[in-house]
């Protein structure tokens, strides 16, 4: 476990979560805005264990090279960047400590992936991902418009929600990108709002990730189609069902959301003490290469068919 404090850097709600979580784990905080950060003042510090970068997307090269200079194991939130190149610099930089670090794609905790996780799914061929939510009604006084999502640089939907392309690749690591449709709207130019990927791996499986900003209901689902079962979760309810000739199997779970970013901070303690994370899906730095290129090379490769007409107050 990390003795001494650790460094939450930004002071918005994924930071306020961290820290939170942090103290719970009995961990001394400094929780710092971005706003106040000094790189020079924070170079000279010798009381830190570790570093949580919770700032905005544009913000994560600067932090991780001062992370790597002191020596000091990261946690980082996703989106790591926009594009390829910018990934290859990150993980130029990172390089020292990446072994120890982390980056935030807490849904690798979620019950049912990982249970999911644990089966033979050689044989399935297809499988689809999708996350819909009506971006206004995520938190209260909030506006779309005054905030990081809505940036041509490094925001939309496909950045934003892209723990269900991390799910795609945990469960078959040599997925790659064929192409990416997207939606925009005529306020907001460069901005997905509703975007579909498709994605294959040599030998199989094919499959589609799909991701909007528009839809009236929350839902969060998957589906794998296999040669001997198929398989679905809803990680909202949260169930996995096992769907064979036979009939069906349902397995429920019983967990808050909260849990998912508790285990993820436990590991990434354990990592930054030169240990082991608990869950054989943690989203280790040095091993998340490929999943934050593929992002990358997805936002990069969006292809804008329309737009939608949605009042974004």
Request: glycine letters at 8%.
């Amino acid at each position: 476990m990390v003795s001494g404090r650790v460094a939450v850097i930004g002071a918005g709600s994924i930071g306020r979560r961290h820290a939170d979580n942090l103290r719970v784990l009995g961990v001394e905080v400094d929780h710092i805005p971005w706003r106040e950060f000094s790189a020079q003042t924070f170079a000279q510090r010798r009381d830190l264990s570790a570093v949580v970068i919770a700032t905005a997307t544009q913000i994560r090269l600067e932090l991780i090279e001062i992370c790597a200079q002191m020596d000091l194991p990261f946690y980082v939130e996703k989106p790591l960047a926009w594009s390829v190149e910018q990934v290859e610099a990150i993980y130029a930089a990172a390089a020292p400590v990446a072994a120890r670090s982390m980056i935030g794609f807490m849904m690798r905790y979620h019950p049912a992936l990982r249970a999911l996780a644990a089966e033979d799914l050689s044989d399935i061929y297809s499988f689809s991902m999708e996350i819909g939510h009506d971006v206004r009604q995520w938190r209260a006084n909030w506006r779309f418009g005054d905030s990081y999502a809505a940036r041509p640089e490094g925001g939309g939907v496909l950045l934003d929600l892209s723990h269900e392309v991390d799910m795609a690749r945990a469960l078959f690591p040599q997925l790659a990108l064929r192409s990416a449709q997207s939606l925009g709207h005529a306020d907001y130019p460069g901005v997905d709002f509703a975007t579909s990927l498709h994605l294959a791996a040599p030998g199989g499986p094919v499959g589609c990730v799909s991701m909007d900003y528009l839809s009236p209901v929350f839902i969060r689902s998957a589906r794998l189609r296999g040669l001997n079962r198929l398989w679905e979760i809803d990680f909202l309810k949260p169930e996995l069902v096992q769907i064979t000739p036979e009939g069906r199997q349902v397995t429920p779970y019983v967990f808050e959301r909260n849990d998912m970013f508790l285990a993820a901070m436990a590991d990434f303690l354990a990592l930054a003490s030169g240990g082991v994370a608990e869950n054989p899906l943690a989203p280790r730095f040095d091993a998340m290469r490929g999943t934050n290129a593929l992002v990358a090379e997805a936002w990069a490769g969006r292809q804008f068919s329309g737009t939608v007409a949605v009042d974004m107050g």
